[in-house]
């Protein structure tokens, strides 16, 4: 049965490195739990207008064995890989999509009659997921789901190879946390581009970039993350040297301890196998500093 209520997912989304699958399990905090896994088959609908795209929505049907769950998800807020948006799914007895029940939702895309009869698939993601159920305290636990697969829109593919950690709770603290520990030895770096984001951008061959503003140090760390977003889909070495410039333009930060971290960042770039742990102990540190700062502000 659909809930109408405005739910909250809050997660950190990672994507991973060379040995990641074999060292994510072996981790001491995940060694003694036994995964679930899940072969997950995901359906993404769009309008041929692409209404749902304009309004920063996804909505997808996904398989789940013999489970069929609808799944709509809002934009929200996302930095440093840190998601914070609305969410609502509930169960199908079939493969097809409850149009009825978008309408109860409130989102005004989904209020014309019209674009919610237009819907058609866009594009899949389908992937092997493992899952940890890690409880962190009496109040809070995080999902650990490591996914691999692909993306598939119209005639281009691209791997799907990440790690995302869903807060059961309300305290992120806790969250940044787990993921500090579990950079400690799993390469691993933030990502800011959600799964349909990157399909969207597959599809169109289009990886549109934020822009860097030195009296704004987030939005140059957001441009170098999703940067290396697209250098992932892509190959592209061009979008490695917008990441590294953007690292860069933040060692001229009034800031000693970012400029520091970020100078280190750009350095690590350099590398031809940059994606390690120590990449991603670098990035949790600027991105805990940024935090910081804001809090202090």
Known sequence: MLNTASPREIELKFALGADAERLLPAHPRLADMTASVHQLANTYFDTPERDLEKARVALRLRRDGDRIVQTVKTAGQGQGGLHERGEWEWPRDEECLDTEGLARLGLPVFEQASVREALVPVYRTDFERHVWQLPLDTNNAVEVAFDRGEIVAGEHRTPIFELELELR???????????????DSVPM???NTSKAERAVALREQHWPLPECQLDSPEHCLERALTALDAWQDTGETRYLFTARRAFESLTRHDD????TLAARLASHLNQRAWLDSEFGRLSLMLLSHLRASASAA
């Open 256 to 259: 000693p301890a970012l400029a």
């Open 189 to 191: 770096r933030p990502s």
């Open 169 to 183: 709770g309300s305290e992120p603290a806790l969250l940044w946390q787990l993921a500090e520990a579990l950079a």
